[in-house]
């Protein structure tokens, strides 16, 4: 893990930490060489130096970021499982365990759309 990043989780309560650290790990393993950094404030993963997908720790969820064509492709599903979502992001409750089948899902259909 980027040494950015790592001390940006730290910043949380450890009950986020650990969503944010399962996330971390999962996307990071199901992407093909990413590369890490912080970016607009928030951990990014980036294939060939370009931006794929964001997540964000908050008090109350967790957010992830696959930009517009990500969340517009997944809406429906959103919608159907109670998640908030905006043009750009998805919400997940830290209640609530993370949709890892669904995350693959998202990835998968970013790394088609880059191919």
Same mark, same amino acid.
């Given at each position: 893990?980027?040494?950015?990043?790592?001390?940006? @989780?730290?910043?949380?309560?450890?009950? @986020?930490?650990?969503?944010?650290?399962?996330?971390?790990?999962? @996307?990071?393993?199901?992407?093909?060489?990413?590369?890490?950094?912080?970016?607009?404030?928030?951990?990014?993963?980036?294939?060939?130096?370009?931006?794929?997908?964001?997540?964000?720790?908050?008090?109350?969820?967790?957010?992830?970021?696959?930009?517009?064509?990500?969340?517009?492709?997944?809406?429906?599903?959103?919608?159907?499982?109670?998640?908030?979502?905006?043009?750009?992001?998805?919400?997940?409750?830290?209640?609530?365990?993370?949709?890892?089948?669904? #995350?693959?899902? @998202? #990835?998968?259909?970013?790394?088609?759309?880059?191919?």
């Amino acid at each position: 893990m980027h040494p950015e990043i790592a001390a940006h @989780i730290a910043r949380f309560p450890i009950h @986020i930490q650990e969503k944010l650290n399962a996330i971390h790990a999962f @996307i990071e393993q199901n992407l093909p060489e990413p590369t890490q950094k912080m970016a607009y404030g928030i951990p990014t993963f980036q294939l060939n130096g370009k931006n794929l997908i964001h997540y964000a720790g908050y008090s109350k969820h967790i957010g992830l970021y696959p930009g517009a064509k990500g969340i517009a492709a997944f809406a429906a599903e959103f919608e159907a499982r109670g998640y908030k979502y905006s043009k750009g992001a998805v919400q997940f409750p830290l209640h609530q365990a993370l949709p890892f089948e669904l #995350i693959i899902e @998202i #990835i998968t259909y970013l790394l088609k759309q880059r191919a």
